[in-house]
């Protein structure tokens, strides 16, 4: 940036790592260089957990995203690789709303067109959308990818190989029957499809009824699509209750043919929060204060106990 100095607009971060200013103007500088012009503006995106996102604003180019993976070792060169693989893939879907990749450097650190919209959190908004939702997952979904081609890891369950109860929770609830019967369970066979792996509202935008960007790709693979409904359905089960998590699966069903749903795929997406069942930072900075640790354990051991009653042999 020939020397100029930038004047960052950054909101504070809920958490670490801090942002320095130099550390802003060298994103700038990179910024400057890729787009053409010096950016006008900068704020830090709250709520991320992986990574440190950046929002920069032009005066006559659209915003740009520059995102810096936060995890600390290897990991950090795979999330970014993971994105990058993942917005390229989705760019061939068509109608879906994803951001366009622009450039990567030093691994770690990614720059894409900034999605406009709004995150959906209320459960009464949440709700009213199930329709477009589900017609948004679906749509991902129709997409069919050769693992090898693509260049993405196959979906294997995430979560503890010991026991599955998170600290703090009895042994005799459904974790515990969780715990003892997951050895005995089957991954269905189906389809494989481009899965997102992290559908959830802090990765949608809308704009009223319509979502406008689908964002966040940097824990895509392929593999059975049920395997990424369950974890948006876990989300909906939190945030707007087992009912929604419900009836969103019927009106997923209604417009695909993957075969029946199996229950399967909620108990594994309850083995992948290990202990994060009870958190719930990222919401909070989003906007849904209201949410306790006792609303989150409580709506996650009502989904356990649902699909456990559902896998009953």
Not at 13 to 29: Q, R, T
Not at 120 to 142: K, M
């Amino acid at each position: 940036m020939n020397g100029e100095a930038f004047s960052s607009m950054s909101e504070p971060l809920m958490s670490e790592p801090l942002i320095s200013e130099p550390e802003v103007a060298d994103l700038a500088g990179w910024v400057a260089d890729e787009i053409g012009q010096k950016p006008a503006s900068h704020r830090v995106i709250e709520g991320g957990l992986t990574a440190v996102v950046h929002r920069f604003g032009f005066a006559e180019h659209d915003d740009v995203i520059v995102k810096v993976v936060s995890q600390v070792g290897e990991e950090n060169e795979l999330l970014a690789s993971r994105e990058c693989t993942g917005l390229l893939a989705a760019a061939a879907i068509d109608s879906l709303p994803t951001p366009a990749l622009i450039a990567r450097r030093n691994k770690t650190e990614l720059m894409m067109s900034a999605m406009s919209g709004d995150r959906v959190l209320a459960a009464i908004d949440l709700i009213d959308r199930l329709q477009p939702l589900a017609e948004t997952v679906a749509s991902i979904h129709q997409h069919s990818v050769d693992p090898e081609v693509a260049n993405l890891e196959t979906w294997q369950p995430w979560g503890p190989t010991a026991s599955l109860i998170p600290d703090g929770q009895p042994s005799d609830g459904p974790w515990g029957e969780l715990s003892t019967r997951w050895d005995s369970l089957h991954q269905p066979d189906g389809p494989t499809r481009l899965l997102h792996r992290d559908l959830q509202p802090l990765n949608l935008l809308w704009d009223g009824r319509t979502i406008t960007g689908v964002i966040d790709w940097a824990n895509c693979c392929v593999g059975h699509p049920h395997a990424d409904l369950s974890h948006l359905r876990w989300n909906l089960a939190v945030l707007a209750g087992q009912d929604a998590a419900d009836e969103l699966l019927e009106r997923y069903l209604d417009m695909t043919d993957f075969g029946p749903y199996d229950h399967y795929w909620d108990l594994a997406t309850i083995k992948g929060l290990g202990n994060f069942a009870g958190e719930g930072a990222g919401w909070h900075a989003a906007g849904r204060t209201d949410l306790t640790r006792r609303d989150v354990v409580d709506a996650t051991k009502r989904f356990c106990s649902e699909a456990l009653r559902q896998e009953s042999p």
